[in-house]
Nanobody, 121 residues
Framework: QVQLVESGGGLAQAGGSLRLSCAAS????????MAWYRQAPLNGRELVAS???????NYVDSVKGRFTISRDNAKNTVHLQMNSLKPEDTGVYYC???????????????WGQGTQVTVSS
């Protein structure tokens, strides 16, 4: 069993910053992609940023230049530094990991419980 525990959400003013963190624990052999998704009210869940095990990153256009995703492979953690926040960044942010439980075995997708980010104008 693998668990993802998120922290760092909250309330910020427009132009402010927040840092999200997510720690994966359990029976983990390796983690491929780690990512952050968000879901705003009345919207579907969208990919905000992802990072591969090799450090390659990908961002949705709306956050490029403002958000930075990073990971620590030794600690199985992923972080999202969010700067210059905008009201449209408001939503529930979910941590995602694509986990391999054993050498040569299949991978499984795991999600965190979500953390609320609210940006006021």
């Amino acid at each position: 069993q693998v668990q993802l525990v998120e922290s760092g959400g909250g309330l910020a003013q427009a132009g402010g910053s927040l840092r999200l963190s997510c720690a994966a624990s359990g029976n983990i052999f390796s983690i491929n992609t780690m990512a952050w998704y968000r879901q705003a009210p009345l919207n579907g869940r969208e990919l905000v940023a992802s990072v591969s095990s090799g450090g390659n990153t990908n961002y949705v256009d709306s956050v490029k230049g403002r958000f930075t995703i990073s990971r620590d492979n030794a600690k199985n953690t992923v972080h999202l530094q969010m700067n210059s926040l905008k009201p449209e960044d408001t939503g529930v942010y979910y941590c995602y990991s694509n986990v391999q439980l054993s050498r040569g075995g299949p991978t499984f997708q795991y999600w965190g419980q979500g953390t609320q980010v609210t940006v006021s104008s």
